[in-house]
């Protein structure tokens, strides 16, 4: 009897058991029942209680895209029937060289961190796409944590996806047995497929699948830019926001042939002939040094044709959206002669030039290094945004909301102080505490500012609401953007019309795309 009640007590904790990144840790079964659950289509997944909110890290909403899955879309993940521990962030995905510890190939996986679990809730979800240039990136860096934003009522959704050569290599051969004559954009399958998980699964943990937004940042918003473009991920989002990226002059996406050529020179420094022998090598081979680039393309398939001409004819995926840039996109560059930049000016926009160098004043007394921080933050910012959103209030129905981020955040001693690349994420995030940016009065405004907005919007898909200044969408005549300073947020018209003509000229006339 004794050898009995000591077998099935065995049994009950064996029963007990949770799965923990692929090890099973045991715990009582009455502990199980009160820690944070929530049902997936592919099976159950235990959370923990964070600050007031629930989070659960590291779900599967893919399977491992490795060995015969490398270069494919992403397909579903194994079913498991034990509750399986969601406690901490998987692996970021690799990418870049040199090589960054705690990657793994297998990292498509996401994290959600909510108020409540439970399909009565009904709460509006956001899923973050994080930039790194389509080399790297990962939803583990503490400015990410969805924490703050999900104390605030909404459900704040994060996931990996794959970069470099892993999430955007293109060949002949992967065209070819694709079934549909594309390769490449992986990691943007990667984002279609976290949405359609979102759309299947975030019910349960107290989001409405209805009621979702999209944003991201850098690379992540030229994600965003793609996705609103695609036919394959219409009516997986309700709303967008895109934050100093999108897919339109320097940053468009590539054409097919030119992707797949860049595969071909791969595979050859590399010594393979064969997709089987690609699939084989070891994912440190895969990693791609500072100096190449393997992005989205134009593959006829995930984007039929390019961003802009979707957009052109009005065929975009049609929802409210926010589109922004920063003030100083990039760094001080490091200075520079005027003749060499009047040099570079001409083999970079040929016979626009001598208009462009007068926009900027490299034709004048301007410093020549400071007329080319201009022109360049002017290129990668504020043309990338306008072009989108007046593309938007042209063709779309749906309102664009435009801002510009115009506010630098306190920095160490010794450093440039700039609106940067990247700086109006604490706020949105409100994690500017984390960040070391609460040293200044203006920190708590710029936060009750970025995060209103934004929270606002994705409840109902405008950003105005009691106690923040109005923010008129953009296509109401006379406004282009809702600028963000030291002293507050307010309307204003267009910063550099002329040199936005200038860059539009240069692309357009490259692009042979057909003007609204």
């Not at 997709?275 to 500072?290: G, N, Y």
Request: proline fraction near 8%; charged fraction near 20%; glycine fraction near 12%.
């Amino acid at each position: 009897m004794a050898d009995r009640r000591i077998r099935t007590g065995l049994i009950s904790r064996l029963s007990s058991a949770l799965l923990v990144g692929g090890s099973l840790i045991f715990a009582p079964a009455q502990a199980q029942m009160e820690q944070p659950r929530a049902d997936t289509a592919h099976g159950p997944v235990i959370g923990a209680r964070e600050d007031g909110v629930i989070a659960f890290k590291g779900v599967p909403y893919a399977a491992a895209p490795t060995g015969d899955l490398r270069w494919r879309p992403p397909t579903v993940p194994s079913d498991w029937t034990r509750p399986r521990a969601a406690t901490t962030f998987a692996p970021a995905c690799p990418g870049g060289l040199p090589a960054r510890k705690g990657t793994s190939e297998d990292c498509l996986y996401l994290n959600v961190w909510t108020p409540e679990t439970g399909a009565q809730a009904k709460r509006p979800v956001m899923v973050w796409i994080y930039g790194g240039g389509f080399r790297g990136g990962s939803t583990a860096l503490p400015i990410f944590d969805g924490r703050a934003l999900a104390q605030q009522g909404v459900v704040l959704v994060s996931f990996g996806y794959r970069v470099g050569a892993l999430g955007f290599l293109a060949t002949p051969e992967l065209s070819a047995e694709s079934g549909h004559g594309a390769s490449g954009n992986y990691g943007i399958l990667d984002a279609v497929a976290a949405l359609r998980w979102v759309k299947d699964n975030i019910a349960a943990f107290g989001g409405d699948p209805e009621n979702v937004t999209l944003f991201g940042q850098s690379s992540g918003s030229e994600t965003v830019n793609i996705l609103t473009a695609s036919p394959l991920a219409k009516g997986l989002f309700a709303k967008a926001i895109g934050e100093s990226g999108s897919s339109f002059g320097v940053r468009a996406a590539l054409p097919l042939r030119k992707a797949e050529a860049l595969g071909k020179a791969f595979m050859a420094e590399r010594g393979v002939t064969s997709l089987a022998a690609l699939r084989k090598l070891p994912v440190e081979r895969m990693l791609i040094p500072e100096d190449q680039k393997y992005e989205p393309n134009v593959d006829g398939w995930l984007l039929p044709r390019s961003v802009r001409d979707i957009y052109l004819v009005g065929e975009q995926n049609d929802v409210p959206m926010i589109i922004g840039s920063t003030t100083q996109e990039f760094g001080r560059p490091p200075e520079i002669s005027r003749e060499a930049l009047n040099a570079g000016l001409r083999d970079e926009y040929g016979a626009l030039a001598p208009a462009i160098a007068a926009a900027i004043g490299a034709d004048g007394e301007a410093d020549p290094t400071d007329a080319r921080w201009r022109l360049t933050n002017v290129e990668w910012g504020d043309f990338t945004a306008a072009t989108w959103s007046g593309l938007q209030a042209k063709t779309g129905d749906a309102p664009v909301y435009r801002y510009v981020f115009d506010y630098a955040p306190p920095q160490p001693a010794g450093r440039l102080r700039t609106a940067h690349h990247g700086a109006e994420l604490a706020y949105v995030f409100g994690n500017y505490r984390r960040a070391g940016r609460d040293t200044e009065p203006q920190e708590e405004m710029m936060h009750r500012l970025l995060s209103g907005y934004w929270l606002n919007f994705a409840r109902t898909g405008n950003p105005n609401g009691e106690g923040l200044p109005r923010w008129p969408s953009h296509d109401l005549p006379g406004h282009v953007a809702l600028r963000f300073s030291a002293e507050g947020a307010a309307p204003i018209g267009e910063r550099e019309p002329v040199l936005l003509d200038l860059i539009d000229r240069h692309y357009h006339e490259n692009s042979g795309a057909t003007a609204p």
